[in-house]
């Protein structure tokens, strides 16, 4: 199925792409807004299914690379990742055709409108990480098969990079990490580029969709004065971890990533009870306060407001919020033995920690929650 | 005049470009080796004036970037600027027509042959700083006009980065050192391309011929045992500043440099006397014991063997070496406004020392040393 973005698509996919950013992925609001001033102007944004890809078509993922912190601070001027495009097709000789989000949490899941909405390519349902991953080595393109180079990145000035040869995607992560921390930690980029044929052995599809439904449950549930956490589980398949008040949030900006920790502690039944979490742009770990692991990465842990369901990201985090941590077990391309290689506990120096997956599946997709 | 490069003029250059690499520059022994090899194997590289380069061709230079200290322990394959060329070449859609030396200090002098010994393109009789300096906006191409980008690197795994739009060479030089750092402290770059026009309205001329000249007047030295320090000092518009031994170094690598101070005492008649020597890769200040500086960036600091006049670069220094500093004014390029804004004391932080030239000119250029 084809279908075009409307302003309500894009409201709705603020939330189910913030909460799917597990803390991070950057805040999908800034992004909205310009994607809603394109929609609302005229510009048509496609959403086409991964199945209706052409083998031989041109498919790019376009986003933003940086600290979600820098980038609620010095705003985007929406043409960075255009740019980024045109650079890298500039490089490869030929134009894409086809858009996909490298990462459906956060900005990064609005960013490929607002270049849509610019340069009139459609754009694909399902993305790279089906969750926010920090590292650009942890989309599953990389992990299925896909060289990450050519890649392009641009700043705010239009300074351009391009980045080519690189066989391995922590390289290239390594290396344009580095120049986006000397652009003032964020810029837009464009890549991989795929076939078709490739993009659909690597995709995890429908989170496009998935992103938006969420928003819309959220939204109803906020009309209909249901439970929005309620509905979060249900569309996502996920289950409440924790529910309380944020009691502590430790933040720290190092080598180019929001790192830290936020601490929750319960009231009310849970008076006395605390969950600890560890992120690095995005939330990897939770423990509750005997050190046992509720849940981890590659799983999902989201932070939501637990009146409204909206996301917390760990920007907006501060003492006192109602805070409930969901957990969302992981899309089964990241729960194979190439997938933990990436994002599994190990990835990201949790080397003593072994992944015990959360039951149930990523939106229910096999049934078996 | 044109002329081809011979062995012994390869020699020649390696001590005489060490001189001028004022510690730093990277050495040029190990570029030589590479060129002598290609020479013995029949490569004809032929050496032109600024003069004789048509208005419009297209000249780039190549060199290597990153810090000496990794240059000496991880060997280049060679390659590494051509494939940055190619690169470079590939992003332009045109051929380069010339090759220009970046910095006739250190392995930056012989990099250029090394490559013109593959590709087969002649190397302009001239360089961007007439010595060496440590980082890429400090060469007079930039200073006067030339635009910093596009410009490429390449590492010895065939990593390709290609930088574009972008207007000032202090930036680049921010992202290019950043990458480097990240492929492990050495690189090969190609930048900047610029018309025969703009190369004769930028370049220090003559500045290969002179290092080959330097060389040649030490090697003479040395077979007819006469002062080799007399020697140098009579070719460049040099003076001996201080002649000692070396009594301690300290270095660190900090930022993608070799960083540190050199301590020089005297012995003999100079007993007691000492002399303080900073560094940044090349040396950037020499002041003796009350603190009284005796030489500064721009003019050249370079320390030589006192019996032989044999270069000393920074990594090789060690204590009981008998070493002689000498003092060249800087070309008069670097003596201008624009010149001291890039290459001056406050350049390189030192925001409270005043320049002031040494007396004479480089290489005895108009004759008032």
Known sequence: MTWTVTTAHLDALEIGAGILGTGGGGNPYLGKLIARKFVAEGAEIAIVEPDDVPDDAV???????GSPTVSIERLRRADESVNALRALER???RRVTHLVPSEIGGSNSTTPMVVAAQVGLPVIDGDGMGRAFPELQMETFAMYGVTPTPAALCNHHGHIVVFDNIDDATTLERYARAVTIQMGGSAGYAFPVMTGAQLRASVIPGTLSLAVRLGEQVLAARRAKTDPIEAICAVTGGRRLFAGKVLDVERR???GFARGVVMLEGFGDRLGQSVRIDFQNENLIA?????TVLALMPDL???V??????PLTTEVLRYGLRATAIGIPAPAELRTEVGLRYVGPA?????DVEYRPLPGSYANRDGSA
């Open 59 to 65: 498919v790019a993922s376009v986003g933003g690379m």
């Open 91 to 93: 490089h490869i000789g």
């Open 253 to 255: 900006m190092t080598g």
């Open 287 to 291: 423990r509750d306060g005997d050190g």
């Open 301 to 303: 842990i989201c932070l």
């Open 305 to 310: 407001d637990s009146d409204t369901g909206a």
């Open 347 to 351: 990835a990201f120096g949790y080397d």
